[in-house]
């Protein structure tokens, strides 16, 4: 039974150590602090924060900071800056700042009096010259907001912050928010105030079957609030206090996320890149690669460091809350005890070219008759690269240098072009390298404008049945643009449209960059064949423009390579009308205005004969009289009738 049970203890145990894949059961050891890499990111929250709102005409603001810190020690870098625009300038800055913990204060306010409430014994200032006044104790978030306002009036903005390293005010600005500043968790502060803090829990390990000599960081960012396309800036920094840097160290930056991250990285050093989501570099922004990470759990990535990138040590591993800037700076420091030298001369990694980058710079051009490659050797330069020539699958068609770069290009029936659908024209361009026996080969593609077609089209209404030239001031265009020939590959966009009225009006931009420019501009539907939008033009314009011309860029977009884009221009003659009997309003609006008018005539009329019919004057009424002359009685008795015969009966009736 002892044996049992200490078997049992041992199988605990294991299990144990299995709960953090960071730890002993894939690591022979923590890295120490030297060895791993340091992570600041400029969160897009505070842990409790409101706006106050600054009257217009007024010249003072008040900053609260309550700020926290995990060290007796630490440095925070505050600076302040005045906002250019027609806001009143700023000319009283009262800066309330409660620590808890030290710091060494480094103020930034070039030409900004600033005044401070601090607590002397906590905030140290070095050589910076601050005008401050002591601090009262506070207990609770209340009572130091009561007493800020009791003594410096309107709160501008308030803020808590975790372990700041920089923290930057900018002052001055117009803020849509109402008296009091109540502050409200995980506040957004906005373009109002931005803060860097350190990522703690940088962890770091080595594999125990690590055959590699790759060093790994690893970066995740967690879900963020959003879940439309963020781009977030990653700058990497390798080097060694020491001075003795590493030439020959292989490192591979994993950038893990959400998907709706675009990842825009900002290093001088040569790294392999991983990512969820896509990535470019920030030499080449508009060159995006798509990344290659599909684990979601820990252990996976884990798996995927270790046997697809050959890391032999992960040298930095966080998590970190949505952010749009990370800075890692790493060691990246020689040996100074050569244990076993080779032999083998090697090209160093640094010195090998990038070939994802590389194909992403191949995008060719297509004109109505041949594809054409242009690739610049400045570039080739940054990326390492030492290409002796560049051709097509036809290895008998060469680029050519002209004005340092190479032009590699070919007509729509030579060099082994492939034609797909009619309208995808798709080679496959060899590299040749001079430090590479073997070439690399890269797939291009670009589409053939000439076999497109587009069409716009004006309707009077959603259902779009029946076209129109005619548009009418004050009422809703709907325009449907068709692209020919429909293919599943590819994805029809509106870049931009804009209205041209003429000499008469000023040019209205409908459309820019995909995004509507006006409330008045909706997106109805987008396939791949047909965009349908609608826009409405404002009814009152002097002078009236009576004809405009709608102009539109259409982009074809490649859905499995998104870089591979072009754009075709369409526009349409409207002609404009203002009638003025309307004045802008509508068929059923002039109906109805009509339909009413003559109902109210109608009762009008009705009204007054009533009126004057019941209102005469009585001596214009038939006489009644009780007795009748004789000479009239023959007459009066013939019309009322043979009872009445003689003047006696006519008498004693009355």
């Not at 995006?288 to 798996?303: A, F, K, P, V, W």
């Amino acid at each position: 039974m002892v044996g049992v049970f200490y078997f049992a203890m041992f199988l605990a145990a294991w299990d144990f150590s299995l709960a953090s894949p960071l730890e002993k059961d894939v690591c022979d050891l923590e890295l120490p602090d030297s060895e791993t890499g340091k992570v600041t990111y400029t969160p897009e929250q505070v842990s409790w924060g409101c706006l106050g709102q600054r009257n217009h005409n007024s010249t003072q603001e008040v900053h609260i900071l309550n700020l926290r810190f995990p060290k007796d020690i630490s440095v925070l870098e505050l600076t302040i800056q005045a906002h250019e625009g027609n806001e009143p300038q700023i000319r009283h800055v009262q800066v309330i700042l409660i620590v808890q913990g030290v710091i060494n204060l480094l103020l930034q306010a070039p030409r900004i009096p600033v005044n401070f409430s601090l607590d002397p014994d906590r905030v140290f200032f070095g050589a910076t010259d601050v005008n401050y006044t002591p601090l009262p104790d506070f207990f609770t978030r209340e009572e130091l907001l009561d007493w800020a306002q009791r003594t410096h009036g309107n709160i501008t903005s308030y803020a808590e912050m975790d372990n700041p390293q920089s923290i930057t005010l900018h002052l001055g600005q117009a803020l849509p928010y109402a008296f009091p500043c109540i502050p409200e968790l995980n506040f957004n502060m906005g373009s109002h105030l931005t803060w860097k803090t350190l990522a703690l829990g940088v962890r770091g390990c080595r594999f125990r079957k690590g055959l590699g000599k790759k060093v790994a960081h690893v970066l995740k960012i967690t879900q963020g609030p959003s879940s439309s396309p963020q781009t977030v800036e990653v700058k990497m920094n390798l080097s060694c206090p020491l001075g003795n840097l590493n030439p020959t160290l292989e490192t591979v930056l994993i950038l893990q996320g959400p998907r709706n991250i675009n990842w825009l990285i900002d290093s001088h050093n040569n790294v392999q890149i991983e990512t969820t989501g896509e990535y470019s570099f920030k030499i080449f922004p508009n060159n995006r690669i798509s990344g290659s990470i599909g684990s979601d759990t820990l252990q996976e990535l884990l798996d995927e460091v270790q046997k697809k990138y050959n890391a032999s040590t992960i040298a930095s591993y966080v998590e970190i809350p949505a952010t749009s800037h990370i800075s890692l700076w790493a060691p990246s420091c020689a040996s100074t005890v050569e244990t076993s030298p080779s032999p083998v001369l090697t090209t160093p990694f640094m010195m090998t070219c990038y070939f994802p980058l590389l194909s992403s710079l191949l995008l060719p051009q297509c004109s109505p008759d041949s594809m054409t490659l242009v690739l610049k050797k400045e570039f080739i330069a940054v990326l390492n690269c030492q290409i002796k020539h560049l051709s097509f699958r036809d290895p008998s068609c060469q680029s050519q240098e002209i004005d340092n770069q190479f032009v590699l290009s070919s007509t729509f029936s030579g060099c082994g072009m492939n034609l797909k659908k009619g309208v995808i024209l798709n080679n496959e361009v060899t590299v040749t390298l001079t430090s590479r026996s073997e070439p690399v080969l890269i797939e291009v593609e670009c589409l053939n404008t000439s076999a497109f077609s587009v069409q716009m089209e004006a309707y009077h209404s959603q259902q779009f049945l029946r076209t129109s030239n005619t548009i009418e001031l004050g009422q809703r265009v709907y325009v449907q643009v068709t692209v020919a020939p429909a293919i599943e590959e590819l994805i029809a966009q509106l870049d931009s449209c804009s209205l041209d009225l003429g000499p008469e009006a000023d040019p209205v931009e409908l459309i820019h960059d995909q995004v509507p420019k006006s409330p008045r501009v909706s997106f109805l539907m987008s396939d791949s064949s047909r965009i349908q939008f609608s826009f409405l033009l404002r009814g009152h314009m002097v002078p009236t423009p009576t004809a405009a011309t709608l102009s539109c860029n259409v982009e074809l977009v490649l859905k499995a390579r998104k870089e591979t884009k072009t754009t075709i221009k369409t526009s349409m003659k409207l002609n404009i009308s203002n009638p003025i009997p309307t004045q802008g309003l509508g068929m059923p609006a002039v109906l109805g205005i009509t339909f009413g008018a003559f109902i109210i005539g109608a009762l009008l009329t009705a009204a007054l004969w009533y009126i004057y019919s019941h209102t005469r004057p009585p001596g214009k009424r038939q006489p009644v009289m009780a007795t009748v002359p004789a000479s009239e009685s023959s007459s009066t008795n013939h019309s009322i009738g043979s009872t009445q015969s003689t003047p006696c009966s006519t008498s004693s009736m009355a």
